[in-house]
Structures are given as structure tokens and as C-alpha cells.
């Protein structure tokens, strides 16, 4: 079992639509890191959180370090939010990283 | 003005040879990383340098062996390729701080997907 699961691995949604993508991990971290890979194979930093809350855009994401939990929400999606998600975590010097949540939003 | 840039995008060659892959960051980080995605996607760590020492080694073959020339690059070199060594391979840089509880974002390069024939 991965340290560090996401969930769906598979998401479809229409344009408009509010979507969350769920990262679950079992081992202590110090922060967390939500990535984005464009489908030409980029890997882009969304956000870095510790705890609480970060909005950027009509991005979301949150963390329960109590039940090592974090969310990121996309709000309005639109399908240039085609992509992959990645979660990652800050473990002892390195980073851990969910198998990623692949997203197609249709127009 | 690129942040961190690797060469090649693309490598393409046979079993056996010897290749290299580059990467460079002008970020003036004093820590960086290269990440293997294989083909499901999957991202691990291979190897992390920090001042041009190396800090983390992912139980990877030692026909793997990076090479740190200076803070701002580090370049792999893979020898003996094996099939199973097709993947993308990612650079990342960032800024170090050392203890629990301290982390800096990452920034990654592009990517140089190498394909073993």
C-alpha cells in the first residue's frame, strides 16, 4: 500500500462543475505539495500547506493534519483544468508522492 | 530565463550504451533532485544533493551515478541501459532548510523522457 493514495484516479466532469480530489497519507510529514502535470508532461507547483487553508483562484486546497487528510477543490472547472493532480508529501528530507488523480473537464 | 532546464527533452537509444542527462538551475538553490515517472505515472525520488553533497540515495542501481559539479547543476549518468530505465525523468531544485518541520517548494524542470530500444 502507497504512503500516500489519492482518490479518484479517474475524474470526468462538464465545464462548471466543482470538483475535489481527496489525498490521504499514512506517515508524518512536515508540509504538504499539490502538483499539477499538463498533459504535455509539465510539472507545475499549486501549493505548499502545513495547515489551514490556501485559496488561489478558483483553487482550494486544505489539510487536517489530525487525520492526514487534504483536499484540493477547483472551482468553476473549466477544461483547461485538464491534467493530472498530484499529492506530495514532505517526509524526512524528501518528498512522497501519490499515483495522481487524472482529470478531463468537457466543455 | 528558465527556472530549471534539463537536456534533452528526448533521448532515444539502445540497450547497453551510456547516456547522460543534464540539468541546471538558475534559482539559486543550493538543493536539487531528479525524480523517475515511470510509465503508470508514478513519481519517486532517485537522488538529492545539497552544497553538491549528496543527502538522499533511493536504493537506486549503481549504474545510476550523479554528478554534482557545482550548486546550480546536477547531471545523471546512466550506464549499461536497460530496458526498464525507459521512463521520464524530472530535475528539481529548491532552497534547503535543514530539521523537521522546515520545507521549501520545489521547482521542477521539464522533463527528458528516455526511451531504451
Known amino acids: 500500500k502507497n504512503e500516500v493514495e489519492q482518490s479518484p484516479q479517474n475524474l470526468t466532469a462538464q465545464e462548471e462543475e466543482f470538483i475535489t480530489i481527496n489525498c490521504s497519507y499514512s506517515?508524518?510529514?512536515?508540509?504538504l505539495h499539490w502538483l499539477q502535470q499538463h498533459p504535455g508532461g509539465g510539472i507545475v507547483s499549486l501549493f505548499m500547506?502545513?495547515?489551514g487553508k490556501k485559496k488561489h483562484g478558483r483553487l482550494i486546497a486544505t489539510i487536517n493534519i489530525q487525520e492526514k487528510h487534504s483536499s484540493l477543490h477547483i472551482t468553476a472547472s473549466h477544461p483547461r483544468d485538464s491534467a493530472v493532480y498530484i499529492c506530495?508529501?514532505?517526509?524526512?528530507?524528501?518528498?512522497?508522492f501519490g499515483t495522481g488523480t487524472r482529470l478531463q473537464v468537457f466543455p | 530565463d528558465t527556472a530549471v532546464s534539463q537536456t534533452p527533452k528526448y533521448l532515444v537509444t539502445q540497450m547497453g550504451n551510456d547516456k547522460s542527462i543534464k540539468c541546471e538551475q538558475n534559482l539559486g538553490h543550493d538543493t536539487m533532485y531528479w525524480y523517475k515517472q515511470d510509465s503508470k505515472k508514478f513519481l519517486k525520488i532517485m537522488f538529492s544533493y545539497n552544497n553538491k553533497e549528496l543527502i538522499i540515495n533511493e536504493t537506486v542501481p549503481n549504474r545510476f551515478s550523479p554528478k554534482s559539479p557545482d550548486k546550480a547543476h546536477l547531471n545523471l549518468h546512466i550506464n549499461s541501459l536497460e530496458l526498464g530505465d525507459s521512463a521520464v525523468y524530472f530535475c528539481?531544485?529548491?532552497?534547503?532548510?535543514?530539521?523537521?518541520?522546515?520545507?521549501?517548494?520545489?521547482?521542477f524542470g521539464p522533463g527528458t523522457r528516455l526511451t531504451v530500444l
Open positions: 506517515v508524518g510529514i512536515s508540509a
Open positions: 528539481a531544485s529548491s532552497q534547503y532548510k535543514q530539521g523537521w518541520g522546515s520545507y521549501n517548494e520545489q521547482f
Open positions: 506530495a508529501v514532505f517526509n524526512t528530507d524528501k518528498l512522497i
Open positions: 500547506l502545513s495547515s
